[in-house]
């Protein structure tokens, strides 16, 4: 295939413009899948697996040997099984002896038990917690368009930490529980089998009253979470716009909402803790039901010798051993219900499509010139509103090209699209002749440098935030960018240079500053396409000039694209394409455009009058 030739589509489903995590699937979750799925992440480490299993075990067996031994050895070999008068306190010794064994190895295997399971449920949650994260990072724009950052930061941080306490606290406990119940139950039925028919009903009617709060306390706690992850997601909004907050006096009001979400999800907790007493109570009530009623049908038993005294004892004993673990397993199920819920939430959103840089046969080639194509593209952030409508647009390679238009006419969806943050609905993007879809997505956005309206700087010093554009470039390419972007001399000013901290989001260094270390960040990939996506529209007037005087330089050799509010900024661009409803008005340069007396001037004219009249907001 030729190399302008169609090269069959590779794109993924990136999630779309409407994709968010109110989209994921939300009923595929069963219980016994999202169990399977943690349990995955377990099987890596299967030598603790391996290891606690044993330890749970053997303490469960240590432990249901005791009242075998007290109630077998002691009571019918040591008392005699009531009648004192073949009693042999000989045995005494050795009943002591193995008392004391079975209690000491129950400590090695209770210890060995809590400490491998801390060790693997550790292991297995950093695991789990370090792929959330980095499927987060790697899901489409889309999904971050449409979801709250407080709610992802939720699923990541909140619902792990839940499955994370569950698999600390109360994984080996539940097993360990399980498999005393099942030791417990064999036991029962060899000392007497009418008896462990009198308990089996009462274990039954467990399983019942498990089965029907279950359901309610799911979706109790799933309420929660979500109503956790929106009053997170409020206070993250709020503390982000603080400052708007603060001048708008917006603080009562932001309280108050904040009030009622949280007493929305008090509400909830308090309904989960009517109905947990109301389950733990129900199941108290069987306990003492079932022991009551093998004492009634026991006692005339024993009397009439039917049933030795010693079996009655180890019945009583290992029943006593079996329904406090079955209590606390039945109990153990709403935590249960809880980690399952968070994971549940979890999961929905490693379920989610991510990106995929690399694929086979997708293509790298040597080199990208900038030469950039839309064929009739149309797209639209919600099905039924298209943004972009056939639109067609032809940029040469090294040309500087600004883009403008009114608000929401299409402008930095034209960047959304070229980065593939979303996928055109229709249509197709070419660079130096190849569909985009047929490229590598890290190799494309490898050639492309983007500076956002927002400068967006991590914690950290100066140099390793423009160290992010090429990680391994020396301190000779991070000084020559900055120059580039007029940035040098500003850093060097300060106390620590290239090493001073800038805070998170950069907040100790103004707007200018703040855009130019951007702008040095992309110019240090050396891409072969710069965009800048209204990065003039937030500064003033110097910090404008610096960076205008940065591109002109930085321009030559390159495919420039800018994406303009401030017209001022881009009166001196080859060429100058002006966006309205969905397709190209018109282009040309500054001084063709306001003798058309078109949309540009249009524009033009209300920004000077903007700017006459004292508002200084940018078309």
Known sequence: MGKH???????LDRGGPSADLS???????SRRRTVFRLLSYVKIHWPYAVGVTVAIISGAALNLAQPWIIGFVFFNSVLGGGNLSQA????????????????????????????????????????????????????????????HSGDLVSR??????????????????????AVTVAGALGLLFLVDRRLTLLVAPA??????????????????????????????SQAFEVFSGIRIVKSFRLEDRKATEFRDRSLSMTKAKVRLARLSAIYGSSVDLLVLLATLAVIWFAAPA?????????????????????????VQLSKGNLKLQKALAAADRVFELVDRDAEVLETPGSLTPQMIEGRIEFERVSFGYRPDKNVLRD???????????????????????????????????????????????????????????????EPVLFSGTIRENILYGKLQASDEEVSRASKAANAHEFIVSLQKGYDTEIGERGVTLSVGQRQRIAIARALLKDPSILILDEATSNIDSESESLIQDALRRVAKGRTLIVIGHRLSSIIDAERIVVIENG????????????????????????QVDRLVTGNKSPT
């Open 5 to 11: 030739g169609r090269i069959k589509d590779t794109r």
């Open 23 to 29: 989209q994921a699937k939300t009923g595929g979750h």
């Open 88 to 147: 042999n306190l000989g045995l005494l010794p050795f009943v002591i002896f193995l008392l004391g064994l079975t209690f000491g190895l129950n400590q090695i295997s209770s210890f060995f038990q809590v400490y491998l399971s801390e060790v693997l449920s550790q292991r297995t949650i950093h695991k789990l917690r370090s792929d959330v994260y980095q499927h987060i990072e790697l899901l489409p724009v889309g999904v971050f368009d449409k979801s």
């Open 156 to 177: 990541l941080v909140s619902d792990t930490t839940e499955v994370e306490n569950f698999m600390e606290d109360d994984v080996a406990g539940f097993v360990s529980n």
């Open 203 to 232: 274990c039954v009617v467990l399983v019942i009253v498990v089965n029907l709060f279950k359901r309610t306390i799911k979706r109790f706690t799933a309420r929660i979470r979500e109503a956790f992850a929106e009053l997170t």
């Open 302 to 326: 024993v009397v009439s010798n039917a049933l030795k005294l010693g079996a009655l004892v180890a019945f009583l004993g290992v029943m006593d051993k079996m329904f406090k673990p079955l």
């Open 391 to 453: 639109l067609s647009l032809l940029i040469r390679p090294g040309e500087t090209v600004a883009i403008v238009g009114s608000s929401g006419a299409g402008k930095s969806t034209v960047v959304n699209l070229l980065m593939r943050f979303y996928e055109p609905t229709s249509g197709r993007i070419l660079v130096d002749g190849y569909p985009i879809t047929s490229l590598s997505l890290g190799y494309l956005r490898s050639k492309i440098g983007l500076v956002l309206q």
């Open 583 to 606: 397709g190209i008005a018109e282009e040309g340069t500054h001084e063709v455009l306001m003798s058309k007396g078109g949309a540009y001037n249009r524009l033009y004219e209300a």
